[in-house]
């Protein structure tokens, strides 16, 4: 299987704050990653996929980068809709794996 | 427009089996498969397996083999996923997703709570 590694695990940062996710994997996985947001008690939403294509819809602050086992989600300037908790997905092999998430929190 | 409609919270004894459903709408239900992720209380997200619904080819998630079985309805553009022999570590939400096998998922059901307690 392949194992995701997420880090940090938690951050705090304040609205306009650049903020930036880090996803590892533990082979290559030829950009075949997702990024998910999830807000408490609700579905996980698509934010990117490919590693760096937005979902429609999505705003344009969000932006993913990265290649072989090292992936990257950015968001330039942190809104306050934004504080939820991050997860990058691999969909390269069966099983598809999550990474262990990532909680953006209000400094 | 494109949705995925979960059946309700359930409550279980250990041991038993629960069928959680997913309604989908909005399109053609046989273009996709579903897959089903759960997500146990506080913790993050586990791919169970996917259906296809075009011809009803599975993939499931080798921890969960011999206990999961993913079907589909056609004529109600429906899938379903049952569960049995559960445990207590097998209380989450339980999703269902729209998606192929291997691909990002957009479309998700809003989650079914299964509680498994004695």
């Known amino acids: 299987d392949i194992q995701m590694t997420q880090s940090p695990s938690s951050l705090s940062a304040s609205v306009g704050d650049r903020v930036t996710i880090t996803c590892r994997a533990s082979q290559g996985i030829s950009n075949s990653l997702a990024w998910y947001q999830q807000k408490p008690g609700k579905a996980p939403k698509l934010l990117l996929y490919?590693?760096?294509r937005l979902e429609t819809g999505v705003p344009s602050r969000f932006s993913g980068s990265g290649s072989g086992t090292d992936y990257t989600l950015t968001i330039s300037s942190l809104q306050p809709e934004d504080f939820a908790t991050y997860y990058c997905?691999?969909?390269?092999?069966?099983?598809?794996?999550f990474g262990g998430g990532t909680k953006v929190k209000i400094k | 427009q494109v949705q995925l409609v979960q059946s309700g919270a359930e409550v279980k004894k250990p041991g038993a089996s629960v069928k959680v459903s997913c309604k989908a709408s909005?399109?053609?239900?046989?273009?996709?498969?579903i897959s089903w992720v759960r997500q146990a209380p506080g913790q993050g997200l586990e791919w169970m397996g996917w259906?296809?619904?075009?011809?009803?080819?599975?993939n499931y998630a080798q921890k969960l083999q011999g206990r999961v079985t993913m079907t589909t309805d056609t004529s109600t553009s429906a899938a379903y996923m049952e569960l049995r022999s559960l445990r207590s570590d097998d209380t989450a939400v339980y999703y269902c997703?729209?998606?192929?096998?291997?691909?990002?998922?957009?479309?998700w059901g809003q989650g079914t709570l299964v509680t498994v307690s004695s």
């Open positions: 997905q691999q969909y390269y092999s069966t099983p598809l794996t």
């Open positions: 909005g399109y053609t239900f046989t273009s996709y498969g």
């Open positions: 259906i296809s619904a075009y011809n009803g080819n599975t």
């Open positions: 997703a729209r998606g192929l096998l291997w691909s990002a998922y957009s479309v």
């Open positions: 490919a590693a760096s």
